[in-house]
């Protein structure tokens, strides 16, 4: 079965504190996402990666980055916390595309609030 | 105008109705098609995707494409208050930068269905 999971669901967090979301997954997907989503905005793309150490920007990936030093997990970290960075957080995975996009599978998410 | 379009509704059926939910997108080269539902709170599951002109069921699901007219939509069959969301529509696109494929994400259409 398809396991994503991410290491919290809840954090609240200070201006300028750095922070570190993770996120696991059993599947062996070559293909990890970090996505953000706001009310009226929808799913938005930070970074993702295709292959470990390997990471490319989303659309929205000022004032975060990630890191992917093993297959089954990827890395999302704010490295100075800002109030706009509250949000909820999702991570997903899928296989390496092959033509056509495969199916990414989500984590639980984590909702973030920066104070 | 937006990759990815869906009416936010709320769209609101009776138990046991038909549900319609309806999602345009821009580029004309996406192959691949997909319907999350997403209940309050929680992340987006898969319900079914497609590739292909045409209908694809699934169960009280039916996913509908006509890529001439830049169209997908899911109709859900004996609606139950279960079915109770919000559904997303999602189209793969070419990254920014690179090429590699990602998703695009509609803002999502919410479904009431009343018992």
């Known amino acids: 079965d398809v396991k994503v999971t991410q290491s919290s669901r809840y954090l609240v967090k200070r201006t300028g504190e750095k922070v570190f979301l993770e996120c696991v997954q059993d599947m062996d997907h070559e293909n990890m996402f970090w996505y953000r989503q706001d009310p009226g905005l929808g799913l938005r793309l930070i970074y993702f990666s295709y292959d470990v150490k390997m990471k490319e920007k989303g659309d929205i990936p000022e004032g975060y980055s990630v890191s992917r030093e093993k297959k089954e997990r990827f890395s999302l970290i704010l490295e100075s916390a800002s109030t706009n960075q509250t949000s909820m957080y999702l991570c997903?995975?899928?296989?390496?595309?092959?033509?056509?996009?495969?199916?990414?599978?989500f984590g639980p998410g984590t909702r973030l609030l920066v104070l | 105008q937006k990759e990815v379009e869906q009416n936010s509704g709320p769209l609101s059926v009776p138990e046991g109705a038909i549900a319609s939910l309806n999602c345009t997108y821009s580029?004309?080269?996406?192959?691949?098609f997909f319907w999350y539902r997403q209940y309050s709170g929680k992340s987006p599951e898969l319900i079914m995707f497609?590739?292909?002109?045409g209908d694809k069921e699934d169960g009280r699901f039916t996913a509908q494409l006509n890529k001439a007219s830049q169209y997908v939509s899911l109709l859900i069959r004996d609606s139950q208050p279960s079915d109770s969301a919000t559904y997303l529509c999602?189209?793969?696109?070419?990254?920014?930068?690179?090429?590699?494929?990602?998703?695009?994400f509609g803002t999502g259409t919410r479904l009431l269905v009343s018992p």
């Open positions: 497609i590739y292909s002109n």
């Open positions: 580029d004309r080269g996406s192959q691949s």
């Open positions: 997903a995975s899928s296989r390496r595309l092959s033509g056509v996009q495969e199916t990414q599978y």
């Open positions: 999602a189209v793969n696109g070419l990254g920014l930068n690179t090429g590699f494929q990602k998703l695009v």
